[in-house]
């Protein structure tokens, strides 16, 4: 284990310096710095991994996001946010154009969690790659019923 409570410290800096962006642009680098920071003073804590994958998402660095996730997959994660990483993990994978993977990936997030809307519009737009519209369909609508009035859902179901 690293240091935890300056891995910690580096996150919350990090959550301060966005809450500030819109007084001060140049924080959202500063931010996404201090989050890395806090992956490296804490290898073994999956939140600084996942918020790092997430920010390499934003930034549309997909190779990067994908292996930041794998590393928050490796370190001791609650239950109930495994399958949110599986889920962010399951996109990217999607947006690379490995379907397989993202397939596996995304079904075993909506085993662990059924309720997440997000996992099932990325089964939805990986089964529609795949020539499954009737299994497309089903998951759009699994999205749907989850994340009701939602628009990203929503348009999911009708690209299906």
């Not at 989050?35 to 997430?54: I, K, L, M, R």
């Not at 596996?104 to 089964?127: C, F, K, M, P, T």
Request: glycine share 6%; with cysteine.
């Amino acid at each position: 284990m690293g240091d935890r409570n300056s891995a910690i410290a580096f996150y919350n800096q990090g959550v301060q310096a966005l809450a500030n962006r819109a007084a001060d642009p140049k924080l959202v680098p500063h931010s996404y710095q201090l989050y890395g920071s806090a992956c490296h003073a804490d290898p073994t804590w999956w939140q600084a991994f996942y918020q790092a994958g997430n920010n390499c998402s934003d930034l549309k660095l997909t190779k990067a996001a994908v292996a930041t996730w794998r590393r928050a997959l490796e370190c001791d994660i609650p239950s109930k946010e495994y399958p949110k990483v599986l889920t962010n993990l399951g996109w990217r994978l999607h947006s690379l154009g490995r379907e397989q993977e993202a397939l596996e990936v995304s079904n075993r997030a909506v085993d662990l969690d059924s309720s997440l809307a997000n996992a099932w519009l990325n089964l939805s737009l990986i089964h529609g790659i795949l020539g499954n519209p009737k299994l497309s369909i089903e998951c759009g609508r699994k999205a749907v019923m989850h994340k009701p009035g939602d628009a990203e859902a929503e348009f999911g179901l009708a690209f299906a």
